[in-house]
């Protein structure tokens, strides 16, 4: 017959084995519930099984401070804690435990019940309120721990589905941004927002417009500063690859050795210290990758652009596997590839696979239509950049720069721009004066072949306005020494100033 020791230990080890199966029931149950009432629910059925009860509730604290019946077990029980939950208002749950505890048994002792709290963030979220067993036992200090073991791992999985409904409405939220400024990047490179009014421009327009029709590769030949750039990315979004990616790259900022790596990737360990890294090609699948300036790739890597635009697959720098590839490639360059090609710097082979179709942007001084309306579009953009509003361009002003022949294209107006606003005076007209010294030099002259039919006081004015403001500029707004060069008084030399509409406002050294 075994002993009485031996008989505790059988019992102790069978407690324990019921008390493991049931959290493993509680873990199952937490894992299948994505509702958080579901996981109230669930749980409280487990502990009323486990422990024999008849009567249970779960609560739980909404950011109103309000507590509310999540679940319940007997008879009616559900009505009566709403009820008494209600009365109570957004009270801590130690005021609110009293009235729970008399709606599940108003006649058992204290010791009767059992109570785990939720805790979340520091903040008691919720609980867990079980009446007397059915068996009239109490509850045992073993009983209480796995209580609050269950307790704890409830409020883990209700704070790890807070976060998860969190985060999907985040998500929720950024497909929506992100489908919004899909829509905003397209309107920006559409053709109606790309600026130039002139027939050549609107040619370049209409062949973007075709063109993103195809897949083939393309390449966009002309001057530096005319926008290649711009026109790449309008082709993307008016090709079916729209909603794919976008990627860019310029030859010239790659050094020699890195371009390999840039293009088609590295596989990790290749050299010491050396990551996985996904190239051009793999981050643009999909979608387009612009390559510009392709006349400067070194003659190697042209062997290997070769090799992927004809088979659509590539090999990472130190790999074995071929890749495929599902990308459009637009090339842009402001060197003549014929001539390349007949010099031996450029792959004739290379030029046809990338040349497949081709588009040439014309230079700005080809299209002086368009001059005005991008002066005013960035004008625009450098007054708001800049918080610094201006009356806009001085007429004689806008006839230097249509009249100017801009050899760095869209790039130096911009520039031109940018300084003219940096210069001017709060809510002044831009000045001629304000103009960089070598543009002014350049169209002084234009200016003065241009206004030989105009009226003689207007290109005396113009002449004037233009040898004070050099004057001005070498003598650093001397006005003094400015009058005695240009052989006027002082006085004379003001009021010439001031009928001109040149600044007189500055301070000068005397």
Not at 177 to 205: C, F, H, P
Not at 217 to 227: A, C, F, K, R, Y
Not at 362 to 377: F, G, K, W
Request: net charge neutral.
């Amino acid at each position: 017959m075994p002993d009485l020791s031996s008989q505790n230990e059988t019992r102790e080890l069978e407690r324990r084995v019921f008390y493991l199966n049931t959290l493993l029931e509680v873990a199952k149950a937490l894992h299948d519930c994505r509702e958080s009432r579901d996981i109230f629910s669930g749980v409280l059925a487990i502990l009323v099984g486990t422990f024999g009860v008849g009567q249970a509730a779960a609560l739980a604290r909404h950011e109103d401070g309000r507590w509310h019946c999540m679940s319940c077990r007997g008879d009616r029980l559900e009505e009566k804690v709403k009820a008494a939950l209600a009365e109570a208002g957004p009270v801590a749950f130690e005021k609110v435990l009293p009235a729970l505890k008399a709606k599940l048994d108003h006649s058992a002792k204290e010791e009767c019940f059992a109570v785990a709290l939720l805790h979340a963030n520091e903040h008691v979220g919720g609980a867990f309120v079980l009446g007397p067993r059915l068996l009239n036992e109490p509850y045992s200090k073993a009983d209480h721990e796995l209580l609050a073991a269950i307790a704890g791992y409830t409020a883990r999985a209700l704070e790890n589905l807070r976060l998860y409904e969190a985060l999907q409405d985040k998500q929720a939220q950024l497909r929506l941004e992100n489908l919004a400024l899909r829509e905003a990047v397209k309107n920006d490179y559409s053709t109606a927002a790309i600026l130039g009014k002139s027939a050549a421009m609107q040619r370049v327009l209409q062949q973007v417009r075709n063109l993103g029709k195809s897949d083939a590769n393309v390449l966009i030949t002309g001057e530096t500063g005319t926008g290649k750039e711009l026109i790449a990315r309008a082709l993307h979004h008016h090709s079916a690859r729209a909603d794919g990616p976008f990627l860019g790259i310029n030859c010239t900022a790659i050094p020699e050795n890195l371009v390999e790596t840039e293009f088609f990737g590295i596989e990790a360990g290749t050299a010491t210290g050396v990551k996985q890294h996904a190239g051009l090609f793999e981050q643009a699948q999909g979608g387009t990758l612009f390559i510009d300036e392709i006349g400067d790739m070194p003659a190697a890597s042209q062997a290997k652009l070769l090799r992927v635009l004809q088979e659509r697959t590539l090999r990472r720098v130190g790999g074995d596997r071929e890749l495929s590839v599902n990308v459009r490639v637009v090339a842009a360059t402001n060197k003549n590839l014929q001539d390349e090609i007949a010099a031996g710097r450029f792959r004739e082979d290379l030029y046809y696979r990338v040349a497949v179709l081709e588009l040439h942007l014309p230079p700005l001084r080809e299209r002086r239509e368009d001059i005005a309306l991008l002066a005013q579009h960035y004008l625009k953009v450098f007054e708001q950049r800049l918080a610094r509003e201006t009356a806009g361009f001085a007429p004689e002003v806008l006839y230097a720069l249509e009249n100017h022949d801009w050899p760095g294209n869209v790039r130096e107006l911009e520039n031109e721009i940018e300084r003219l606003v940096t210069l001017a005076e709060p809510k002044q007209h831009l000045q001629f004066e304000h103009l960089s010294t070598k543009f002014r030099r350049a169209s002084a002259n234009t200016a003065m072949r241009a206004l030989r039919p105009a009226r003689l006081r207007e290109a005396v004015d113009i002449l004037e306005r233009e040898m004070i403001a050099e004057a001005l500029a070498k003598f650093h707004n001397n006005k003094s020494r400015v009058a005695q060069a240009l052989g006027l008084s002082r006085l004379g030399l003001m009021q010439k100033m001031d009928r001109l509409g040149l600044s007189t406002s500055r301070s000068e050294n005397t």
